[in-house]
């Protein structure tokens, strides 16, 4: 059957009692495919029947399909002609993991974040209908997104609507209601049936002409809602005022079919209620859904994967805040629904009481955290720099204007690889430092990212500190001075050059200094650890008998540490001028790629910035 997909609708020329069979071989496809590459496999082994039922109703790319997050984009990839691309998934040049428009006239919006896609399929239908054009929208969003509360603000403003708008809920683990059997699906065949429809629509029209039809016309929708509540499950979206279809099951091709053609036939905002597995079909994957949320390479016999990996800068925060549970009990920490992947399961399961995940709300995250410090306790919110993004306005008004003691532990600062532009972490030391009041830290290696996270957990004040995805550098063990409020520390003291690196980039500078040393020169090597407030102390001891500063960052340049030392120098006097060269990432959006090839692309691996000092010099 998988031979036949070569390119967007192919799927309509399959039997209907033999889709079963595609699904099959998709599953098969998508297992040993990814267990060479990696990606999100167990969200896409759920929505293969669902995806294929969308695309047996759908004719794309004239309807639009708009997937929350994207992560269960996959089988979209493949029904849509790029099965034979997919050995280049996630890597540089090749497929993204996500639906990208520029991959793809059937990839209708540039997925990465949860909770958006109500709101932008939303703004598809008022465009279609201003533009009077006939075609379909449809947003696929997962129990998980409908955390967020920018969904329930889509919803709320879809229930305006009178024109057709598909909702289908992915349900793979949260049970939004419960099973009604047989009369349920009864009252969702009748009140989506043609018949049914048109004596609505009948009715009603024959009532608002009468003297008191409208009066009639609100009795009976008060009696039907009535009737409803008791037998029908999904009021909430009901008295939202969207109609709500389902549950069905999502592994059901053929009942989801037949339930997405009746959804297209209503005059308004549908929810279609799906029910799947996460994972379906690779008993591995179901066993263990959160490891093969996002996996790398593995064993498809198995499950097991191939590399046991290093340890990690998210496996140094996890023992420390077990460390810091058990020292004091006011710490607290707090999670956007990512557990595992911030590495507080430990503490989860340490100490139950203590640990908060306030699902996919960043935003009520950071202001439920300034609740949590107004309250006494110390929290610690872990979260992906790309995802604190969503956080911003909370950061500043709840946190920063009120001086909270609040720990923002922030992963995946900087190059983040095959994930993409999306989950790149590259603007977080540009936001975050031109907050009043907040401190900004970051450290070189696992040792320093102990003794920060001692330090923040007793200071008072906001305090973050951003650390990158990926192995832990363990270089440099024999410099740990203590940490002190706004100093930098000096790993060499040289001449002439000076190489000004923050957290990750410490690293790079060092093998850059070796570069030049073997050159003859005698460059200065500072961690600089604060980026706010910065050490112009330092700064401005440094200028007296260094020519060049170079600073280094994985963030991008403007409003970075960079611009911060430029701003700096600038206020010095003229006759004691310093050539400030600034290595950051550029005004672009990085793609997706090995984080290695990343750095270079960015101009900021040890190689590229050697090059650039030597030209200056």
């Known amino acids: 059957m998988l031979e036949k997909i070569k390119k967007p609708n192919d799927v309509k020329k399959i039997p209907a009692n033999r889709l079963p069979e595609l699904a099959d071989e998709i599953r098969q496809f998508m297992v040993s495919s990814v267990s060479r590459t990696g990606g999100h496999l167990a969200s896409n082994l759920g929505a293969v029947e669902l995806t294929i039922a969308l695309h047996y109703v759908l004719n794309l790319p004239k309807d639009k399909i708009l997937w929350d997050v994207g992560h269960q984009s996959y089988t979209h990839k493949i029904l849509t002609g790029r099965m034979d691309r997919f050995s280049t998934l996630r890597q540089e040049g090749g497929l993204s993991g996500f639906p990208r428009r520029e991959e793809s006239s059937c990839d209708s919006w ?106 009639v016309i609100e009795r009976i929708r008060k009696t039907k809602n009535s009737i409803k509540q008791l037998v029908i499950p999904g009021m909430l979206f009901e008295n939202m005022g969207l109609t709500y279809l389902g549950p069905v099951d999502g592994h059901n091709i053929s009942a989801m079919i037949r339930l997405f053609e009746d959804a297209k036939r209503i005059n308004g905002p549908v929810i279609v209620h799906v029910k799947t597995e996460k994972g379906h079909g690779y008993a591995p994957a179901v066993r263990h859904p959160s490891r093969f949320h996002g996996t790398g390479a593995f064993d498809v016999a198995t499950g097991i994967p191939e590399s046991r990996g290093v340890v ?91 001086n909270l003691h609040v720990v923002f532990a922030i992963d995946r600062g900087g190059l983040v690889g095959a994930d993409g532009k999306t989950h790149q972490g590259v603007f977080d030391l540009s936001y975050l430092t031109m907050l009043p009041g907040m401190t900004v830290m970051a450290p070189k290696n696992k040792w320093e990212l102990s003794d920060m996270m001692k330090f923040a957990v007793a200071f008072h004040g906001p305090v973050a500190i951003r650390y990158p995805k990926g192995a832990a550098y363990s270089g440099l063990i024999e410099c740990r001075e203590e940490i002190v409020l706004g100093k930098g520390e000096v790993l060499r003291k040289g001449k002439k050059i000076a190489l000004l690196a923050v957290g990750s980039m410490v690293a790079e500078a060092v093998a850059v200094a070796q570069r030049l040393e073997a050159d003859g020169w005698n460059p200065t090597v500072v961690n600089m650890r604060f980026v706010k407030p910065l050490d112009r102390e330092l700064l401005r001891e440094l200028a007296c008998d260094h020519d060049l500063f170079v600073t280094m960052e994985e963030n991008v340049r403007c409003g970075g540490f960079g611009e911060q030392v430029l701003d700096e120098m600038k206020s010095l006097p003229e006759e004691n001028p310093v050539h400030v060269e600034i290595i950051a990432i550029p005004d672009t959006y990085i793609h997706h790629a090995g984080r290695d090839s990343q750095l270079r692309t960015a101009g900021i691996d040890a190689e590229t910035v050697y090059q650039r000092i030597c030209e200056i010099l």
């Not at 309250?375 to 500043?396: C, E, H, K, N, T």
């Open 110 to 215: 540039d997925a990465g974040h949860s909770s958006n896609s109500i709101s932008a399929a939303l703004g598809y239908v008022r465009a279609r209908d201003l533009r009077r054009q006939q075609y379909t929208v449809v947003s696929v969003i997962g129990d998980g997104a409908l955390t967020g509360g920018m969904a329930y603000e889509a919803l709320d403003n879809a229930a305006q609507l009178k024109t057709n708008f598909i909702i289908v809920l992915n349900d793979n683990n949260m049970s939004i209601s419960g099973n009604v059997g047989g009369m349920h699906d009864y009252l969702a065949t009748l009140r989506t049936s043609h018949a049914y429809t048109d004596l609505k629509e009948q009715v009603a029209g024959k009532l608002e002409k009468l003297h008191g039809g409208d009066e």
């Open 312 to 402: 990690s800068w998210t496996d140094i925060f996890s023992t420390v805040m077990v460390k810091m549970g058990e020292r004091n009990p006011d710490v607290v920490a707090v999670t956007a629904a990512m557990k595992e992947g911030t590495g507080l399961k430990r503490f989860a399961n340490r100490f139950p009481d203590r640990f908060f995940d306030v699902g996919i709300a960043e935003e009520h995250g950071v202001t439920f955290s300034a609740g949590l410090a107004l309250g006494g306790l110390i929290p610690v919110f872990a979260v992906y720099s790309s995802f604190l993004q969503r956080g911003f306005d909370q950061i500043m008004n709840d946190v920063c204007m009120q």
